[in-house]
C-alpha cells in the first residue's frame, strides 16, 4: 500500500514538523497548527513525479474563501492566512508560505469523513451499480450515471492513512464517534453542502459531491477544518456541458487520470511525471474553479 511519509524534507524557522501528507504540509507551531498546501498531485493513491504550479494557492485560497463563507453555519480552525500577521520568525519563509498556508487551531479531528452527495458518481455510482444503493441508502431504480439524486444524501467514510477511505453507513458512523455527535455533524454537513451546491451553481458550476472533515475543541466544540469545498475535495462539474448518462468534464484532476489511464500505468512505482500539456491544463481548471467560485483572481 502507498504510504506518504512523515517526514517534511523542510525546516521552518519556529515551526516543528508535524505530519506530511500527499498535499499539505502541516507544522507544529506550539498552541497551533501551520498548514501548508504545496502543489503535488496524487492520483491512485500515489504522489506523482510531477506537482501542478499554484495547486497548493488555489486549495488554500479557495478554503479560505469557503471558510468565511459559511461561518453563518459552523465555526471553523482558521486563524490566520495573511502570512504579512504570521509569527516573525516565519516571515524568512515567503517562498514556502505566502498564498498557500492559514494558522489553525489544534482540535481532535474526528476520525470519519462526512460526505455529501447530490448526484450519482464516482463510488456511489459503483455502489449503486452493484447493490441499487449508496451507503446503505436505497435509491430509486434505473438511475443513470451522473444523474441528480431526488434529494441529497449523507454517505460518510473512514479516514484511511493511506489507500482509498472507505464509505460506510452512518449508523456504522455513529459507532465509531457516538450516534449524537453523527447526527450533529450529518446536519451540519448538509446544511454546508446545500449552501456550497446554491453558491455554486450561481457561478454556473455543479457541485455533485464534496467531503468535509471536522475536529473538537477541549471544550467539545466542533470545528470544519482541513479544506473545505475544493477541487480536491469535491467533484465540480460545469453546468453548461452536464449531461447525465457518462461520466462529467470536471474541475479537478480529471486530465491527469485520463493521462495515466492511457500510458496503462499498473497504478504501483514507479510513480511517472506528468507532460507538460497535461500539468497545463490541469492547472487550468484549477485556476478557473478559483476564479468562478471566488469571484476574483489567485494572489
Not at 168 to 175: K, L, T, Y
Not at 212 to 237: A, Q
Amino acid at each position: 500500500m502507498p504510504l506518504a511519509t512523515p517526514l517534511l524534507e523542510t525546516r521552518l524557522n519556529g515551526a516543528a514538523p508535524h505530519r506530511k501528507g500527499k498535499v499539505r504540509d502541516i507544522y507544529d507551531l506550539g498552541d497551533t497548527l501551520l498548514f501548508i498546501a504545496t502543489d503535488r498531485i496524487s492520483a491512485f493513491d500515489y504522489v506523482l513525479g510531477s506537482g501542478i504550479p499554484d495547486k497548493g494557492r488555489v486549495l488554500t485560497q479557495l478554503s479560505t474563501f469557503w471558510f468565511g463563507q459559511t461561518q453563518h453555519i459552523v465555526p471553523n480552525h482558521v486563524l490566520e492566512t495573511d502570512f504579512r500577521r504570521f509569527p516573525r520568525e516565519l516571515q524568512s519563509h515567503a517562498d514556502i508560505l505566502a498564498g498557500r498556508s492559514m494558522i489553525v487551531k489544534k482540535t481532535n479531528p474526528v476520525p470519519v469523513e462526512c460526505v455529501a452527495r447530490g448526484y450519482l458518481s464516482g463510488s456511489g455510482w459503483k455502489d449503486y451499480g452493484a447493490t441499487g444503493a449508496v451507503c446503505g441508502i436505497a435509491l430509486p431504480a434505473g438511475l443513470r450515471e451522473s444523474d441528480r439524486l431526488p434529494e441529497p444524501i449523507f454517505t460518510p467514510a473512514t479516514k484511511a492513512t493511506s489507500g482509498h477511505d472507505i464509505n460506510i453507513s452512518e449508523e456504522e458512523a455513529g459507532r465509531v464517534v457516538g450516534a449524537p455527535l453523527m447526527e450533529k455533524l450529518r446536519r451540519l454537513t448538509m446544511e454546508l453542502y446545500a449552501f456550497g451546491a446554491a453558491h455554486a451553481e450561481r457561478c454556473g458550476i455543479i457541485l455533485a459531491d464534496t467531503k468535509f472533515e471536522f475536529g473538537l475543541t477541549p471544550s467539545g466544540e466542533i470545528l470544519l477544518i482541513d479544506e473545505v469545498m475544493t477541487p480536491d475535495s469535491s467533484r465540480y462539474w460545469p453546468r453548461d456541458q452536464y449531461q447525465p448518462g457518462r461520466p462529467q468534464t470536471s474541475f479537478d484532476k480529471q486530465f491527469v487520470r485520463d493521462y495515466l489511464e492511457q500510458i496503462r500505468w499498473n497504478k504501483q512505482p514507479p510513480v511517472p511525471s506528468l507532460p507538460d500539456d497535461v500539468v497545463a491544463r490541469t492547472r487550468d481548471k484549477y485556476l478557473e474553479a478559483y476564479r468562478r467560485l471566488a469571484g476574483k483572481e489567485l494572489h
